[in-house]
């Protein structure tokens, strides 16, 4: 049995991204010649922190800042994302654990392990952005299948700049992709997507978005209203072009998550990583 563990980070709120994860998971399952499970931990609501028994982990995004707040649940994520390091550094520990973190998850992360600075953006990123790629990433199996740039959707208040070249360093991370180039904006371009280590892996942005579930979020009529007035109505209807376009979002879907799920369920079956690319379904 592969078995994987979703912790969900969203406090209760609503929202399309635990649908978009389960999907990815469902698609995976059908296509595996090993029996999938995968279990749901609400860790902000009630506190739920998976063990050590999955061999696979998604911790997805959510509402609220990436700063510790002195909530029981705080102590239990950071314990958790530290022991999953831990463990696989162990030598003696031959099944290591595979950890995907997810926006407010990815912003955390880097916080805890200080890694880069954490802060609050002047302004709400929200819609459909190019993610550049760095060299790091040329060879990262979980973006086997990604053009440079690749398409992303981008939703957060906060960001991760700055990164500490000696802290990366020091764990052995490597930075796989910046925001979009913005040659008339003087402010320093966000990380993306961070290669913690060979078993752990975070993005700023939402690898499980898929256009439905974006397409219906826009269907209210709220949600529109706010958008043309926050970014004009053409950046609306650009967004929209980007969502429907297949070599964008839906090809962002269709590669990061799958192929992490792919590098895990090999690792499980041959006890190694497999070497650059990720091996076929």
Known sequence: MFKIA????????????????????????RSSTTPVDYQIFDVRQNNEIPDLGFDAYISTGGPGIPFPEGKPWEKGF???IDSIHDYNLDRRNKHKKHLFLIC????????????????KRRSSAFGVFPAHKTHYALNEPVFEGLHDP???????????????????EMMGAKILCFEKIRPLVNLERAVMAI???????????????????????FS?????DLVVKTHGESK??????????????????????????????????????????????
């Open 150 to 168: 690749f398409w992303v959707i981008d939703a957060r208040d906060y960001q991760v700049t700055q990164p500490s070249l000696l802290a990366m």
């Open 220 to 224: 209210d009529q709220g949600k529109q």
């Open 195 to 217: 290669r913690f280590s060979p078993y752990i892996i975070g993005t700023q942005f939402h690898p499980e978005a898929d256009a439905e579930g974006m397409l219906r979020h």
């Open 236 to 281: 609306y209807y650009e967004m929209l072009r980007h969502m429907n376009h297949p070599d964008k979002i839906a090809l962002t879907e269709s590669v990061i998550l799958p192929n992490f799920l792919k590098m895990a369920a090999y690792y499980k079956e041959h006890g190694k990583l497999p070497r650059n690319k990720v091996v076929q379904s």
């Open 6 to 29: 979703i912790l969900d980070m969203n406090n209760g709120v609503q929202n399309e991204g635990m649908r978009c994860i389960r999907k990815i998971i469902d698609n995976f399952s």
């Open 104 to 119: 407010h998850s990815y912003q955390m992360a880097c916080y805890h392990w200080q890694l880069a600075l954490v802060s």
């Open 78 to 80: 950071y314990n958790f």
